[in-house]
């Protein structure tokens, strides 16, 4: 079942029936929100920064607790009422499964994605950063959503319920049918190219050469390629007071952080710039394609645009495929 869906903020106020509504919000700096009464989605062009705060809370208070002797601690599990996640792209849509494998053993995780309906976007252009390409992941695929909107011939959107969730969700749609309308055409542009076969063999072949003081050299941790990133993954837990309250909660960290394998003896392996770069690139491109056979990448490129100081993670696979070889 298929319906032609003219503007976006039109179908975010009938699925704001069905539950609460997050997508891709703002103009100058898109970031995925929840979107209030008439706010549109803004589908543009790809967000950026990815919609991981949807599905894993930057932080989550996740125990509460008052300062006296008897205090009871009462815990807050994730918010798992019906909700709808518009304008997932593919490159974020196949990002979600990194999540699903690494947090499959959580029973919280797996009850707010059975609570979660996606209404995804088919790209309808290449954009200049991505390489989602490069990495298996086609940027017209709907692999993954409820439901899909492709930019339409003459404007607006071909909605299409593809899963049982899906056709559930859109149940009492009042759009029209789609009958003969057509996508309109997918737009090529230029993008970086990753021969992204061999990679990880190449890279683990790379886990003591000097060549990542090359690659570590214009990095300054400022984490934001982890941030913004749809497959990172990793949190602290920490407690914390506020006056006569206080919390533990579970906060996003990054591996490009000096603090974040610093060890209680004082001692931290990844003391230097070069070592915690190349545990990021080792982790998606070496570490978790070993135990899961993919790549931990959707090739969004979000760390391509984000990075204040122009680092672009194809030329340092690139670079470091090309060394494993000499």
Same mark, same amino acid.
């Given at each position: 079942?298929?319906?032609?869906?003219?503007?976006?903020?039109?179908?975010?106020?009938?699925?704001?029936?069905? &539950? $609460?509504?997050?997508?891709? +919000?703002?103009? =100058?700096?898109?970031?995925?929100?929840?979107? #209030?009464?008439?706010? /549109?989605?803004?589908?543009?062009?790809?967000?950026?920064?990815?919609?991981?705060?949807?599905?894993?809370?930057?932080?989550?208070?996740?125990?509460?607790?008052?300062?006296?002797?008897?205090?009871?601690?009462?815990?807050?599990?994730?918010?798992?009422?019906?909700?709808?996640?518009?304008?997932?792209?593919?490159?974020?849509?196949?990002?979600?499964?990194?999540?699903?494998?690494?947090?499959?053993?959580?029973?919280?995780?797996?009850?707010?994605?059975?609570?979660?309906?996606?209404?995804?976007?088919?790209?309808?252009?290449?954009?200049?950063?991505?390489?989602?390409?490069?990495?298996?992941?086609?940027?017209?695929?709907?692999?993954?959503?409820?439901?899909?909107?492709?930019?339409?011939?003459? &404007? $607006?959107?071909?909605?299409? +319920?593809?899963? =049982?969730?899906?056709?559930?969700?859109?149940? #009492?749609?009042?759009? /029209?049918?789609?009958?003969?309308?057509?996508?309109?055409?997918?737009?090529?542009?230029?993008?970086?190219?990753?021969?992204?076969?061999?990679?990880?063999?190449?890279?683990?072949?790379?886990?003591?050469?000097?060549?990542?003081?090359?690659?570590?050299?214009?990095?300054?941790?400022?984490?934001?390629?982890?941030?913004?990133?749809?497959?990172?993954?990793?949190?602290?837990?920490?407690?914390?007071?506020?006056?006569?309250?206080?919390?533990?909660?579970?906060?996003?960290?990054?591996?490009?952080?000096?603090?974040?394998?610093?060890?209680?003896?004082?001692?931290?392996?990844?003391?230097?710039?070069?070592?915690?770069?190349?545990?990021?690139?080792?982790?998606?491109?070496?570490?978790?394609?070993?135990?899961?056979?993919?790549?931990?990448?959707?090739?969004?490129?979000?760390?391509?645009?984000?990075?204040?100081?122009?680092?672009?993670?194809?030329?340092?696979?690139?670079?470091?495929?090309?060394?494993?070889?000499?």
């Amino acid at each position: 079942m298929s319906w032609i869906v003219k503007d976006a903020s039109e179908l975010v106020e009938f699925l704001r029936t069905k &539950g $609460g509504v997050y997508g891709p +919000a703002g103009d =100058d700096r898109i970031v995925f929100d929840e979107l #209030g009464n008439g706010a /549109p989605p803004n589908l543009s062009r790809l967000s950026d920064v990815s919609a991981r705060n949807v599905f894993q809370p930057m932080t989550h208070y996740y125990l509460r607790f008052e300062d006296r002797p008897d205090t009871e601690v009462s815990f807050r599990d994730y918010d798992t009422t019906p909700r709808v996640v518009v304008g997932l792209r593919p490159c974020d849509v196949a990002a979600l499964t990194v999540h699903d494998t690494v947090f499959a053993e959580s029973g919280s995780y797996r009850a707010l994605r059975d609570a979660t309906a996606i209404v995804g976007l088919v790209c309808p252009a290449r954009e200049e950063a991505c390489f989602c390409d490069s990495v298996g992941v086609d940027p017209r695929s709907t692999d993954g959503m409820d439901a899909a909107l492709t930019v339409a011939v003459g &404007g $607006g959107y071909v909605l299409a +319920a593809l899963t =049982d969730k899906g056709r559930t969700l859109m149940s #009492g749609a009042p759009f /029209p049918e789609s009958g003969d309308a057509t996508a309109a055409d997918f737009r090529e542009a230029d993008h970086p190219v990753l021969a992204a076969e061999g990679v990880p063999e190449a890279l683990g072949r790379l886990r003591e050469m000097e060549i990542w003081d090359e690659i570590g050299f214009a990095c300054v941790n400022c984490r934001v390629c982890t941030y913004v990133c749809p497959t990172c993954h990793c949190f602290t837990v920490t407690d914390e007071v506020f006056g006569t309250e206080g919390g533990r909660a579970a906060v996003w960290d990054s591996c490009q952080s000096k603090s974040f394998t610093k060890e209680a003896s004082g001692h931290n392996p990844r003391a230097t710039k070069p070592a915690r770069v190349r545990q990021r690139i080792l982790h998606k491109y070496a570490y978790y394609p070993e135990v899961e056979g993919a790549l931990m990448c959707g090739g969004c490129g979000r760390c391509i645009k984000g990075c204040p100081t122009g680092r672009n993670i194809v030329e340092e696979l690139t670079l470091l495929k090309g060394g494993a070889a000499t």
